[in-house]
């Protein structure tokens, strides 16, 4: 992409890379293009080279010589990757005005995210992928998938915007008629954009078709700099249209309510009963004034927005975790926050026993940090987790372990453990599509992967 245009747009076929040796590769940051599953991609099925059997291969077991990871198929109901210039560490789903569920293939899927790269200039992306068909569709041998393929191809189209310093966070919301994202940058701006005509672009087939570009700048509709450092904590209300949350890396939390001329008002007052850097905020999604926070100080704060001073922090979890808090999410029908740490655990909180400072359920299976966390929009047991440890995991609260007939191998994994996804390098955010039943999005240095699991 162009970085010396304020915005621009471009489409990619879905292609199989086939590389000649010797062949050279493209910059990354020039490279954007969505791929089918090959070989590359993992997930916990092993194969060797003598053609033996299959086997389940688990995170950190040792492999012999000869052995290799394949992609299983079998285990997955849909999967893509894309690829993006330069990496976007934090993204948002942008979900259709229509609310309906897409349940048959292909799907389309629409998203707002942000680069991180490195010193050169960074952009705010709309991303628009179509046709993401089904991995029994993509093997189809008929006459007719011949005929189509070209129709069948997956496809993704971008439109760009130029952003000052790398996009730490991004959250996207309605108000009105007007599509809104909020971005924490890296030099210690919260800016908040409005995405109504670009959207509305990339979804008018004609002009997509046509890689306009437009040279004019672009500039957010406001921005707030009180913060004065980084930081990465934000989220939208889903109770109030236009209230945000921020938090800082110097541990302040601002409240920003909606003006009637289309402004916002930060509250110039923070709440700041955190002694380190606030990583994660989440708003409850039925109570108006209420949100969590965490922090590297390792506490889970809740929070009553309409207090000032030390009243606005009701609760507190000390010791949440052994090392930093990263993330948290609030479970949209049930009273439940799930947490992850530095430490590589994630626990489940019930608010109702919050005061007790004991989770109600502790997990132990990521080797790494825990990036991202987030409950199943309509599944009330079930969440994923990401890790740096290359995997994203997901889980389910409601299975117990059948104690008469556990696999001996797999005795020390958690029953609840579902799935494990590999493949991604780095992966840092990770969320359900709430209109497509079981489609993960997640993002990672390495790019996005789009999926559907045999197991949710």
């Known amino acids: 992409m162009d970085c010396d245009e304020a915005e621009e747009m471009e489409d990619t076929t879905l292609e199989e890379e086939e590389e000649e ?3 050279e590769e493209e910059e990354l940051e020039e490279e954007e293009e969505i791929e089918e599953d090959d070989d590359n991609e993992t997930d916990i099925k092993g194969n060797n080279d003598d053609g033996g059997e299959s086997e389940i291969y688990l995170p950190g077991k040792p492999m012999e010589e000869g ?3 394949t992609f299983d198929k079998s285990a997955y109901k849909m999967y893509h990757a894309a690829t993006t210039g330069a990496p976007c560490l934090s993204f948002d789903i942008m979900p259709d005005d229509n609310s309906q569920i897409q349940t048959e293939f292909p799907f389309n899927c629409d998203i707002v995210c942000g680069t991180q790269s490195h010193g050169k200039p960074n952009q705010l992306l709309l991303m628009k992928m179509m046709n993401l068909t089904a991995m029994e569709e993509e093997d189809s041998d008929s006459e007719d998938s011949y005929i189509e393929e070209e129709d069948r191809q997956p496809q993704l189209y971008t439109l760009s915007l130029k952003h000052t310093g790398d996009v730490n966070r991004i959250r996207y919301t309605k108000l009105g008629n007007k599509r809104v994202a909020a971005t924490w940058s890296s030099v210690g701006n919260v800016d908040i ?3 109504t005509q670009h959207f509305d672009t990339l979804n008018n087939n004609r002009v997509r078709n046509q890689h306009q570009s437009v040279p004019e700048s672009v500039r957010p509709m406001f921005s707030f700099s009180g913060h004065q450092v980084e930081g990465y904590a934000m989220d939208w209300s889903p109770t109030v249209a236009g209230r945000l949350a921020t938090g800082s890396n110097n541990k302040n939390i601002h409240i920003w309510q909606p003006n009637e001329a289309g402004t916002w008002h930060v ?7 955190h002694t380190d850097s606030v990583e994660d905020i989440q708003w409850s999604p039925n109570e108006r004034n209420v949100f969590a926070s965490c922090s590297v100080d390792k506490t889970i704060r809740i929070w009553d927005s309409n207090q000032v001073g030390a009243k606005a922090n009701m609760l507190t979890v000390k010791d949440a975790h052994d090392l930093d808090v990263n993330v948290i999410s609030w479970n949209r029908n049930e009273p439940f926050i799930v947490s992850g740490g530095d430490d590589g655990v994630i626990k489940v909180w019930d608010l109702r026993q919050i005061k007790n400072n004991t989770p109600v359920a502790t997990f132990k299976h990521h080797t790494a940090p825990i990036t991202s966390v987030e409950w199943h929009p309509s599944d009330n047991s079930v969440f994923t ?9 997901i889980w389910d609260l409601a299975v117990e372990r059948d104690v008469e007939n556990v696999d001996p ?14 493949g991604q ?5 990770v969320h359900w599509h709430k209109q497509m039943p079981g489609v993960i999005v997640s993002t990672a240095a390495s790019g996005f992967n789009v999926f559907k699991t045999i197991s949710v």
Request: no cysteine; hydrophobic share 35%; glycine share 4%.
């Open 21 to 23: 040796e010797g062949e």
């Open 67 to 69: 052995e290799e990871l």
């Open 193 to 195: 954009w409005d995405l």
């Open 267 to 273: 509250d110039q007052r923070p709440l700041n009963a």
């Open 385 to 393: 987790a990401s890790g740096s440890d290359h995997q994203i995991s």
């Open 409 to 422: 191998s797999l005795k020390d994994i958690p029953p609840q453990l579902l799935f494990i996804h590999m």
């Open 425 to 429: 390098t780095d992966i840092k955010e």
